[in-house]
């Protein structure tokens, strides 16, 4: 998001609040509900794991009543990609509405035949349409993306393994030196 497009929202977001604020109760409102606005944001929890995980996704930052009826996507790789889960927003602290939704860790891709690597990056973006217009616009917030940190099931016994390999490879060679020096000293 542009600089520029971020201080516009942060202004409507002030004006809105503003808005909100001078407006008693019990006046009839001009302001519409079923308007949602705001930037969305993502966050996960844990924000990196292990194959097959729950992983919590949590969105927010939208603002208006008009969220409520808006649905929120976590996909992969982009906002075509593949659904992970989704959520409807609620009200949340503050007069923001937000949602989360779980999901599990993907597989991490094999790097040969058999084994899988012992980690990788995934790309996860949370959609909403706010204006209905079939479009997710980063632009206007519609859209954010996070990366989530995946770990193999195998990579600690894979790495205990190579760490095995190298200490009794050390203890192979000390023994060695050990043995050529005895026999350096017997021959003098």
């Known amino acids: 998001m542009s600089t520029k497009s971020k201080v516009i929202l942060s202004v409507t977001i002030i004006l809105f609040w503003f808005i909100s604020v ?68 609620s009200q949340m602290t503050g007069g ?8 599990r860790a993907p597989p ?7 084994e899988p690597s012992r980690e990788s990056t995934f790309t996860y973006y949370a959609c909403v349409d706010l204006d209905g217009n079939g479009v997710y616009d980063e632009d206007l917030g519609e859209q954010t993306h996070m990366d989530l940190l995946v770990y193999s099931r195998y990579a600690p016994l894979s790495m205990a393994t190579e760490s095995i390999i190298i200490i009794i490879t050390l203890g192979v060679l000390l023994v060695i030196i050990i043995f050529v020096f005895r026999m350096s000293l017997r021959r003098k």
């Open 108 to 114: 991490t891709p094999y790097i040969s035949g058999t």
């Open 22 to 89: 001078g407006i008693s109760s019990s006046q009839t409102s001009i302001t519409s509900e079923s308007v949602c606005d705001g930037s969305i944001f993502l966050t996960f929890s844990p924000n990196h794991g292990f194959v097959g995980d729950t992983i919590t996704a949590s969105v927010g930052n939208l603002i208006g009543e008009g969220c409520i009826d808006k649905r929120v996507y976590i996909k992969e790789s982009s906002c075509q990609g593949l659904q992970y889960c989704s959520c409807l927003p």
């Open 96 to 103: 923001m509405y937000g949602c989360v939704c779980t999901f």
